[in-house]
């Protein structure tokens, strides 16, 4: 029924009251966390968009499968449910579990990826980007030329260059260890790749003989952004493309914790019985025995639920729909966002919105910081911060290629009056823009700066 509200597809069973906070009291929390939003205490924070990953509310279903977790440590029932339903969904033969996303990719490219090699991709997310590094591998970004372009309103920018990719698997040759797609494309906007492009990286992988692996985060969404602008799909289930799309590729990682919708849990699934028997032993170094790879039994049965219903379409209909009305309400305050909006988040363009902030001085970063002083609202910079690092001695630092600020959308955890709210935040700060000014570092590690990074305000 189109021309009626696309309400919420749940009752609400359980609620967790929320605190507010003065002005005064967020100027202090921001100040003693280094301006790092992720150093915050979770009490300070009234709205909170840092990430989709694990913060959302499970369904009654998950709750009572909770009750028939098998804590065994081995060999338990709870393991059976989840690989039962991971094989019928991806038709993966070996399903290993995980704690989360980046276990799941750690092991993987633990195994596969060598000094000196390239590992192309759509664009690498920041913990994958940095187990592909870790590695002393180049993580190559190789989006299409629409994903590259922010207020560009096609209906899949997170598709993979075809011509890109084949032309790296034609240079570096044995130098490709594997090619991965993230779906949808977390960096770029959480923009959908279509089945044809996901196709199309398949007949490339098997012409230069190089394995295919997904990052699946995502898989339901991106299911069902295929089946709305896709030609030839708007018949077919969520599922039933999701499905597809994982028997085109050798193997995916997943951090169940978006589209397993629950609180924990990754995994890696394939179809190599070699490369399988390998990740195995090095899960048991680190995540624990093969059948609960760091999880309760109780987290795998929740996870087997919310793998079944992830792909119904009403939730996936609301779900995307709540992403575009929040997008909405940034645009009616003047304020660009990545277009079209992607499924579980809005990316609010802080190098447009705040032109007269260099990227040296972190832009998304400062949006992102006047948001949580103006309302409360905890979002997450993805710009120089997360993306940029030290240059070379004598030389500048190296900046992003975007300053975006995303709001990212806990599943079912909030109401069409929070994302209201978090709209008028948005204007609120969008109204005196010219008056923010940007940050410098003054700590940071090496790896993933912007979880621990201590940051200042430039003055003046």
Request: with cysteine.
């Amino acid at each position: 029924m189109p021309e009626r509200t696309i309400i919420e597809p749940f009752r609400i069973k359980a609620v967790e009251p929320l605190r507010f906070t003065t002005r005064a009291e967020r100027e202090q929390a921001l100040a003693a966390a280094g301006y790092n939003l992720f150093a915050l205490a979770a009490d300070d924070v009234l709205i909170d968009l840092l990430t989709d990953s694990g913060t959302g509310a499970m369904s009654s279903e998950q709750w009572a499968a909770i009750m028939r977790g098998d804590e065994s440590y081995a060999g338990a029932r709870s393991f059976e449910r989840f690989e039962s339903v991971v094989r019928e969904l991806t038709g993966f033969t070996h399903v290993i579990p995980t704690h989360q996303g980046r276990a799941a990719e750690r092991i993987l490219f633990g195994e596969l990826v060598a000094t000196g090699e390239v590992v192309p991709n759509n664009t690498h997310f920041d913990t994958t980007r940095a187990n592909v590094e870790f590695q002393g591998a180049e993580a190559r970004d190789l989006v299409c030329t629409e994903g590259r372009d922010l207020q560009l309103d096609a209906p899949f920018k997170g598709n993979l260059d075809l011509e890109a990719l084949e032309a790296t698997l034609r240079e570096a040759g044995d130098q490709v260890p594997l090619v991965l797609v993230t779906i949808t494309n977390n960096s770029g906007g959480g923009q959908p790749v279509s089945l044809a492009n996901l196709r199309g990286v398949r007949e490339l992988c098997d012409r230069y003989e190089v394995p295919f692996f997904l990052d699946a985060c995502r898989f339901a969404e991106n299911a069902w952004f295929i089946k709305e602008r896709e030609p030839g799909q708007q018949d077919r289930s969520p599922r039933e493309i999701a499905e597809e799309v994982f028997r085109l590729a050798d193997g995916c990682t997943i951090s169940l914790k978006k589209d397993g919708l629950a609180n924990i849990g990754g995994v890696l699934a394939l179809n190599d019985p070699e490369l399988a028997a390998r990740c195995r032993d090095n899960l048991i170094l680190t995540e624990g025995f093969p059948t609960y790879g760091g999880l309760a039994g109780r987290d795998l049965d929740a996870l087997a639920v919310g793998l079944q219903e992830v792909t119904d379409p009403d939730y996936l209909r609301y779900r995307v729909r709540t992403a575009a009305y929040l997008a909405e309400k940034a645009w009616a305050a003047g304020v660009p966002t990545v277009r079209p909006p992607g499924g579980h988040a809005v990316y609010l363009d802080a190098g447009a919105l705040l032109a007269h902030v260099p990227a040296p001085e972190l832009p998304a970063q400062a949006l992102a910081c006047e948001l949580y002083l103006e309302g409360g609202v905890r979002a997450v910079e993805i710009g120089t911060l997360m993306f940029g690092r030290p240059g070379e001695p004598g030389q500048p630092d190296l900046t992003a290629p975007h300053e975006l600020v995303r709001l990212a959308l806990p599943r079912r955890s909030y109401t069409q009056s929070h994302v209201d709210y978090v709209g008028e935040v948005i204007a609120a700060v969008a109204a005196r823009a010219e008056q923010v000014r940007g940050y410098r570092i003054v700590e940071q590690p090496r790896w993933l700066r912007h979880f621990t990074a201590r940051l200042a305000p430039i003055i003046g």
